[in-house]
Every structure is written in C-alpha cells, then in structure tokens.
C-alpha cells in the first residue's frame, strides 16, 4: 500500500544513536524473543517448514509503508525499524548484521539474550564495504551451526525489500547453494495472540477511529448536507487524516505522534463503490444518498478498522437489507470464541440472513468476512471468509480481528437520480477475541451503527415532520433564545457566573446517573434480581436441609412449592431460588443438549450491593445432558416457575401499596396535641369536630370524638419526610407528615396527612363598613390573635422536640427529624389549581396550606426547567422532571419573575441541575424518547438540550413566539393590574381535567356547612369590594383620565 509516512526507524545517519537518545526496552525484547524460540521449537515441522535457521532481511527505508513480516517482527522485537539490517536465528545464537551505530544500540540486549540461553554476536559492517564479508560468515555460520548436511533456511521471500544492501545479501545467499523454505506461516501464528499491552494499543486505535467518525466524520457529512454544499471526496479524506495525525483536534487525549493512518480514509458516495481497503476516495462530490465511509487508524504501530455506512432519505427496502446485514454482523462477532473454527463465522452471517428471510442476499454478500489485524493490517492465515480452510488454527483469546460485512451491487429503483439506483452497504469493526469463554469485545462500539443512527430522513418542507422523528431539540420548537441580563449590577454578574459553574460541575454528573438508572431499569437490573415486591436477599428457598426434596437421580430438579431449582453441583444438588436466576438456556450439539443457567449479578443486583467485596457470587452454570427430551422440558419448567413468580412479585409490589402498618405500641409516656384537625378530613356527615394528636412508642395516633371507634394511625416507620410550619402570614399551624405508602383514610388512599390547628377565630364583620386603625376593639382583637397564635406555635413547638427527642432515641435508623420550610426562599406560584406560597425545606421542597398538597423530595427529582423566562413577563413556570420517568412532570405555574434569581440560587445551593428556556416544553413526548434511547439521549448531549445558551449559538432567527403569551401593544399598561394578573393565572392555570376527590371534599364541605378555607375566600372578597369603593376621589379622577400611559379609561366594575 502506498502513499504512506515512513515508520518510526533508526537510520544510519542518527548522529543520536550512540548517545542513547534510541532505547529499547530490555523485558519486552527478552519476554518475546523467548516467545519466538518457544514457538519455533514446538512448531517446527508444522509452521516453520523444519528450517534449521531463520533469515530475517530488512532493505533500505521508504517513503512508502508496507505491510511487511520482517518489519513486523523488528516492531515486534525492537519497538523500531532497523533498516539495512539481517537478523540470522540459529537454535543458540542470534547474529546480526548491521552498521557500528545500530550495533551500538542493540549490544544492551546481549545480557537478556544470554539470560535465554541464546548468544547474540554483532557482525558490524564498515561504512564503505557492502557487507559481502559479513554476509559470508552469516553463510559458514548457517551451515555450521547444526550436525545437518542439508540445512534449510527459513527466510520471508514475498517481503520485496530495496537498496544495494539487502540486493547484496541476496546474490550471497543464492550463490551460497543453501535450501531456503518459507516461514511466513509460523510468523504469522506467532504475531497472532497478542499480550496485553498490545491489545491496549489496538483499543487507543479503535477508540481513535470511532471518535474521529462519530464526531468529526458524522458532522461534516451532516453539515454539508444540510446546507447543500458541495465537497468531493478527496477533500473529506484529507481532512479526515489530518484528525487523525492530531487527535487533538476533536478532544481525544493520545500522543499525537503515537497516532497514524492505517490507510487513506475512505470515502464513497454517488453509485461508484469499491469496498476494498487499496480503494482511493475520488474527487466526486459527496452524494446524498448512500454514503460508505472506512477509516483505518494505528497506535503505536497496532491497527484498528471502522466502516459506516449512512442512507440519506432510505427506502423500506434498504432499510430491511441493512438489517440483515446487521444482524450478519453481529453473528460473525458472536462467532469469534476462542476455540471456536475459523469456518464458524462464514456459518453464522449466512444463518443470520436466513433467519432475517433475507437469503437471497448471500450473492451479494463479500466473500472475506474479516481478518485478523495486529502490526500488519491484514495477518495472513486468519482469513474470515467462506473459504477458511478446515485445517486452519481454530481461534485463540488475545487475537484481534477487522470483521467486515459488505453488500455489493444493489439497486434502487425508486431513486431520484441515476446515482442513486446502484448503492452498496458495509459495517467493519474491530473485535477483541475474549479468554475463558468471554464474548468478543467489540473495540469499536462506541461508533453507533443501529438503523436509527445511521439514516436521515430529509423532508423539503420543515412542517411535515412527524412526530416519531422529532428530535430532543425539535419540542422545544426550535425557538431561538438570547440570554438577556436581568441586572447591570456587577454583583448580579457575579452571581450568575458562580451559578453557571456550579451548573456546568452537575451536568455530567446528571447525565451520567440517568444514563446508568435507565439502562439498569431497561436491563431489568433493578436489584430484586429481576423481580419486583420484595428484595432477593431476604429471599429464602428452603428453611433447613431436611426441607430439601430428596431426589433419586444427579439431575437438575424443579420445585414449583419451594420457588427454587436443584442443580447438582459437585455431585450435590444445591437448590437456588428462581428470583437468583437471570436466564435460562439449552443448545443442541449432535447428541447431547448444553444447558446454561445464568444468575443475576452485577453493581445494580441488590444482594451485590448489600454484601460485595465480602462474598462471591456465582455468574453462570453450564451442565451437559444425553437426554435431549429431558433438558428441553427442564429448560421450559425454570422459565415457566421464573414468569409465574415473577407475576406473583408483581401482584404482590402492587398490593404493598396498601401496606399493613404494624400495630401501634402504646407508649408508657403519651405526648398529646389537642384541638387539631386533620387534612383529608374523615369520612361522613355532619358537623366536623377537632381531635387529639397523640405520639406513642412507635407511631401516632389522631383520634376523634365523632369517630372514637376509628382512630388514625400514622406509623413512625411509615413517615418519609415530616414538617412543622408555624403560623405566620397564615391562619393555620401545621404538622405535616409524608408517608412511605399511603394509608387509607376513610375510602381515599393518601400518602399526606396533615393535623392543624386554627390561630385565629373565625370572625366576620356584619356591618361591611371600615373600621379605625385606631379602633380600641381593633387593636385587642389583633393583640388577642398575636397572643393566640404565639401560644399555639408554642404548643406544636413543644410536641414537635419531645417527638424528635423520641425519634433520635428509639429510631435513629429511620433519620426522621421535622423540617421547617425556609420562608425567606419562599415564592408564590400555581401548582395545582390556586395560587399558593411554596417553600423549600431542608429536604423537600412544600406548599402545605392550600389542598391538594404539594410534597416534592429533592431526591427525587432529576432536573428542573425554569419556562417562560423572558419575553418581558411578570411570570415564568417551573417544570420538576423526576427521576421517574412514569411520573407526570410537576408544573408550578405564575411564579413572579422576581423570585427568578432566589430560585436559581436555591437551586444551585442544593445540588439541582436546572435550566431555563422560552417556552412550555411538551414534556411527554421528551420523555418518552429518552426512555426509549437513553444511550443516545446521553450521546445527543443528555440534558443540555435544554441548554439555552447552547441553541443561542446554533439559532440564528427569531422564530414565531409561544402561543401562550400574546401582547397588545395597545393595552393600558395601568390600567386593572389585578385583571391582567388574574387573566394570565387563569390562562396557565386552567385545566381539563377534573379532580374527582377535591369534588367530592366539595360535596361533604356543603352538606357539612361552609369549611374555614371558604370564608377566608369570601372575607377577602369582600375586602376587595370594599378598597375599590373607598377609592380617593383623586385616585378615581386618575383612572378615568387615564394612566401616564393614556389609553382609553377603564370600564365601571358593576
């Protein structure tokens, strides 16, 4: 192959050398020299032709790298190319023929050679002579150095080596009459299994190429083709080399100089394909329609390979013959185990294609499925094709193969242009043969090749998207953002700084803890061993030995009573319950049937978590049976046993909802409350009465005098997150508690039950006339309530201390303590269907006054989106995305733009990935998508899609504004600031849907008389009224000569 940079070589004329600026290093040298005898000794007949000596020539340097075994070997061996140098092999010496310098560098290794048993002598060749004479005694010494009379050499004739040295050097051995046999074999098996170190080298390679494909190949195709430009092939393959010289350029942290091109990039388009690795990219412009591109990369020295193919606009067709092709693939790589025949993979694709009823495909399909790849691209001998001779090496762990699937001559007929009629497919990646029974291990999966990430569908008009290809960025409509400065306060600056760094710091974080929770949750890891309901290490499938069934035969046994199966193990049948299994299967192999039990393992098992490192887990069990009829039956009665329990787990998980709490313990020390009421109220009609609040040993009870008989009990163990909110601005004091499973309270499920107490008493003025500020019964009314409120606060103070005094000394497990919502944090919003005062605390984040409550836990939650910030509003919404995704998003609408930045700072202080953006997101359909892909999600960026500052720099127009938000320029700036306020509540509040159990609280309130929430809403009604009528004559003159702003005068409220 021509056209490449040369190796990294000692030359003659490294004026260096001698100094020790080259340095080989000593234990690699020793380790695979020995390697080399080892091989050659044990294979001497079968792969290196029974030679007698081996003679190793390396020529003169080239601009032009070539895939050679001599050279090969000097990497191998030295780290370098040697050029001009002969290595001659005999059973006890190593001799060499080189200049004084290269002579110089090589005479450290004489002691590691000498520590082999091997001696190393140095033939150095004088500058000015040719090196005939050394070449000579190389002769004497080949022929003397066995009792043979014949002697054979080894030697390496297809490696074609220039200059008059090595021209020499083969005149002398032909002229010398020695028999000369071909040993490339034997070095082709022996550079076949690599160590560690050089199966690391051949991952950098692999990672390298990926990366360069992912994020430099993928975004220039998809920018030239979104802007319709035209680049021709030759420019993308020198731009793409250039990466790869300097991987830098796109973030990878290699050595630059350990990084090369294995061969020119490759890229094809346009209905002229040639799928082989010598192809040369044209300069025809890149064609939107099926495009073929190969990227071969090297690190030090070791080879990697990638193919991709990518469909602009596919058809259905297509799409179904990249499938098979997929899917053959795949088969190959899952063939490659060690021990396994190289004939297997030709096997498995054609097998692949059948069962994808896509057979006729096989006469397409290339010929070579792959090679192995080491120093050398292409190994010989490890040829992946229909062809592999049966008597080749079965393959070994530690061998890297390029498995390469391509199909030819393919047509479509429903093409735009001719280009497009005839199209190609092909998908390379390099694979890691893996020890002990592993799967291969594909270096090159990071670089996606599944159909949703290879095609492109192209639409000519924007609108006619469908919602199935709608990307993260498509719902949020595209809208372009600015980042407008709230403040030109230097501090504010500041502050929004410090805010973004701390930002930036969680995003990764976040992106990688979704990403982990929502593939162990798809992988039906969820640490309960794939069930549901309970915890596998609690899990128990015989009590003691005796309650183990006695069984006549060795063989695996099912117990459908006891949940578990038997398998013998050591001549012992050892029982495992069924939720410890993973998976279960049986092949055939001629006679006998392999069953393979595979138990549940790994960082997200439950068990793991809870006694890992101190104890190991068993992987996988394999068991061999004659009895065809009988594995197949055991193999269909563990899955069977599996899906029944599994579906008993699932009912039970769904009947834990309703836990049965434990029975109250009454307390030799009974802390009472009395005088509360209790939100949801109790079930029934009539008159609603306050009860007592009492705290016993182990949960608390409520008890009411209309319901003696039915007491409340709310269990200790039960209570997730409890609050004590002292009256303030509100009329009610409130102990809250949020419960780890609901309970049921009359005939409704809650997880929040709250015991309050009124502060104030219910009063309402007759007269509806103002009364003086100065108004003696004025100011004992408002003393008597300060002193009312003040000694209820201090009642729920005192209750709330002996309680958590309790909790610290008989529950210090469960860590409960009551949180006080932090006021000064507080901001007004919508979070169901009335304005409210939410409030964060230390772990929650509440609204507690108004019905229904809002108790969101931080730890529950994943990200949270600020909405509507901008566009010059008063309001902007918050969405509270959860770490459950089945959870509907919690929206918290009309919260003053105000509050915006003690949100932020909030939010930031407590480890919060929050972002902002112009619009209501449609948050379905988002997540709905990252479920569905959450690797990709991770790969289009994870959360920063909501990024703002992002789209800004890809979004250059303004586009069409949210429907929600519609100014008038001519609207009265002044004029009903409260009904512009109410109206744009109104519009972000209202819903469709219907809360049947606040109807019904409706229902029992009216029949009951009116409840003290109503009044307060009358009571402030009528203040309204009343300001609006006591209007100053001034004020009134104001309106209806209009505002400063003019406009027509406001209309007479009747």
């Known amino acids: 192959v021509a056209g490449f940079r040369p190796l990294l070589c000692i030359e003659a004329t490294d004026v260096n050398m001698a100094e020790g600026a080259v340095s080989i290093d000593a234990a690699t040298f020793g380790r695979r020299l020995k390697q080399l005898y080892d091989h050659w000794k044990a294979n001497t007949g079968s792969l290196w032709g029974g030679c007698n000596a081996i003679a190793v020539a390396v020529g003169a340097s080239s601009e032009d790298l070539r895939y050679l075994k001599s050279l090969a070997l000097h990497l191998w061996l030295f780290g370098y190319e040697l050029p001009d140098t002969i290595l001659v092999f005999t059973p006890t010496e190593l001799h060499v023929v080189a200049s004084q310098k290269k002579a110089e560098v090589l005479q450290p290794l004489a002691g590691t050679a000498e520590g082999l048993g091997v001696k190393m002598v140095m033939h150095v060749k004088p500058k000015a002579e040719d090196g005939s004479t050394q070449f000579k005694e190389l002769i004497t010494t080949i022929q003397t150095a066995e009792d043979v009379k014949d002697p054979q050499v080894g030697t390496l004739p297809k490696d074609k080596h220039s200059g008059k040295f090595v021209e020499v050097y083969n005149t002398v051995i032909a002229e010398s009459g020695l028999a000369t046999v071909d040993v490339a074999s034997g070095f082709a098996d022996l ?550 499973n609901p309970i049921m309270l009359g005939n409704k499920k809650t997880k929040d039950v709250q015991f309050y107490a009124e502060v104030m008493d219910v009063v309402q003025t007759l007269d509806g006339g103002r009364r003086n500020m100065y108004d003696p019964d004025e100011i004992e009314e408002e003393q008597r309530e300060r002193e009312r409120r003040n000694k209820i606060n201090a009642e729920f103070q005192s209750f709330v201390k002996r309680v958590q005094e309790l909790w610290e000394k008989d529950f210090p497990d469960l860590h409960l303590e009551f949180d006080i919502p932090f006021r000064e944090l507080g901001f007004p919003g919508v979070p169901h269907r009335s304005t409210a005062f939410i409030m964060p605390t230390v772990n929650c984040l509440v609204e507690l006054v108004e019905v229904p409550f809002t108790v969101v836990s931080l730890n529950d939650i994943e990200v949270i989106n600020l909405e509507r910030v901008g566009f010059n509003l008063k309001n902007f919404d918050m969405a509270i995305v959860f770490k459950d995704f089945a959870r509907d998003v919690l929206r918290i609408d009309a919260i003053p733009s105000k509050s915006l930045d003690t949100i932020k700072d909030w939010l930031n202080s407590v480890g919060i990935k929050y972002y902002e953006s112009k619009l209501n997101l449609a948050w379905k359909p988002i997540l709905k998508s990252i479920q569905e892909d959450p690797d990709g999600f991770i790969e289009q960026g994870g959360w920063e899609f909501l990024n703002m500052d992002k789209s800004d720099d890809e979004d250059g127009e303004e586009s069409e504004q949210s429907e929600d938000y519609a100014p008038d320029e001519d609207e009265d700036e002044d004029d009903g600031s409260e009904e512009e306020e109410d109206s744009d509540d109104e519009s972000l509040v209202e819903s469709d849907e219907d809360d049947d159990d606040d109807d019904e609280d409706d229902e029992d309130e009216e029949e009951a008389g009116k409840t003290w929430e109503e009044l307060e809403e009358e009571a402030k009604r009528d203040d309204k009224e009343r300001e609006r009528e006591g209007d100053s004559d001034d004020e009134r003159t104001r309106k209806r000569k209009g505002g400063p702003g003019g406009g027509a005068p406001p209309k007479r409220r009747k």
């Open 191 to 740: 550079l076949a299994v690599k160590d560690p170190a050089e199966i690391m080298n051949h991952k950098k390679a692999a990672m390298l190429a990926a990366r360069v494909v992912k994020d430099f190949v993928l975004a220039k195709i998809e920018t030239i083709i979104d802007e319709g430009k035209s680049v021709k092939h030759s420019k993308l393959t020198e731009q793409t080399e250039q990466v790869i010289l300097d991987p830098a350029k796109i973030g990878v942290k290699l050595k630059a100089e350990n990084c090369d091109i294995a061969y020119p990039p490759i890229f094809q388009s346009g209905g002229k394909y040639d799928l082989k690795v010598s192809a040369v990219s044209d300069d025809a412009p890149l064609h939107d329609g099926v495009i073929v591109v190969s990227v071969g990369t090297r690190y030090s020295f070791y080879c990697a390979n990638l193919s991709r193919t990518f469909l602009i606009n596919p058809t259905k067709k297509q799409e179904q013959e990249y499938t098979a092709l997929l899917a053959a693939q795949e088969a190959v790589i899952a063939s490659l185990a060690d021990g396994a025949p190289l004939a297997a993979a030709s096997d498995a694709a054609i097998k692949a294609l059948k069962d994808a009823n896509m057979a006729h495909l096989a006469d397409k399909l290339s010929r070579s499925f792959g090679h192995g790849m080491g120093i050398e691209f292409r190994e010989s001998g490890s040829s992946l094709s229909q062809k592999a001779e049966a008597a080749a090496r079965p393959l070994r762990a530690g061998q890297v193969f390029n498995v390469c699937l391509s199909l030819t001559g393919l047509e479509n007929p429903e093409a735009k242009d001719a280009k497009g009629k005839v199209y190609a497919l092909q998908v390379a990646d390099t694979v890691v043969v893996g020890e002990g029974g592993k799967a291969p291990e594909v270096a090159t999966l990071s670089c996606f090749k599944t159909w949703d990430k290879v095609s492109y569908t192209l639409n000519d008009d924007d609108d006619a998207k469908e919602e199935g290809d709608l990307k993260l960025e498509d719902l949020t409509n595209g809208l372009p953002s600015r980042k407008a400065l709230r403040s030109d306060d230097p501090n504010h600056k500041s502050a929004e700084a410090l805010r973004k760094e701390r930002q930036e710091e969680l995003v990764k974080a976040k992106n990688e803890e979704t990403l982990r929770r929502l593939t162990a949750r798809k992988d039906g890891e969820g640490g309960e061993g794939g069930t549901t309901g309970r915890k596998v290490s609690e899990v128990v499938a015989y009590r003691s030995v005796g309650d183990i069934p006695v069984a006549r035969d060795l063989t695996i046994q099912v117990d459908p009573k006891a949940e578990s199966i038997l398998l013998p193990v050591y001549g012992v049948l050892v029982p495992f319950h069924i939720t410890t299994v993973k998976n279960v299967a049986h092949s055939q192999d001629g006679d006998h049937a392999h069953i393979r039990v595979t138990f549940n393992f790994g960082g997200a098992y439950e068990p793991y978590q809870k006694h890992a490192p101190n104890v190991v887990f068993l992987k996988e069990l394999s068991f061999r049976s004659g009895d065809l009829r009988h594995a197949a039956k055991v193999v269909q009665d563990i899955k069977v046993l599996r899906s029944t329990v599994a579906l008993k787990d699932k009912e039970r998980a769904e009947r834990a909802t309703l836990v049965a709490q434990e029975r109250l313990q009454q307390g030799k020390r009974v802390y009472k409350l009395p005088d509360l009421w209790m939100r949801p109220g109790p079930a029934g009609k009539g008159r609603k009465v306050p009860g007592t609040l009492e705290a016993h040993a182990n949960g608390f009870r409520y008890l009411n005098p209309r319901h003696p008989n039915e007491p409340v009990h709310v269990m200790f163990r039960n209570i997730k997150h409890a609050f004590f909110q002292p009256a303030e601005n509100e009329m009610i004091t409130i102990l809250h508690f949020h419960l780890v």
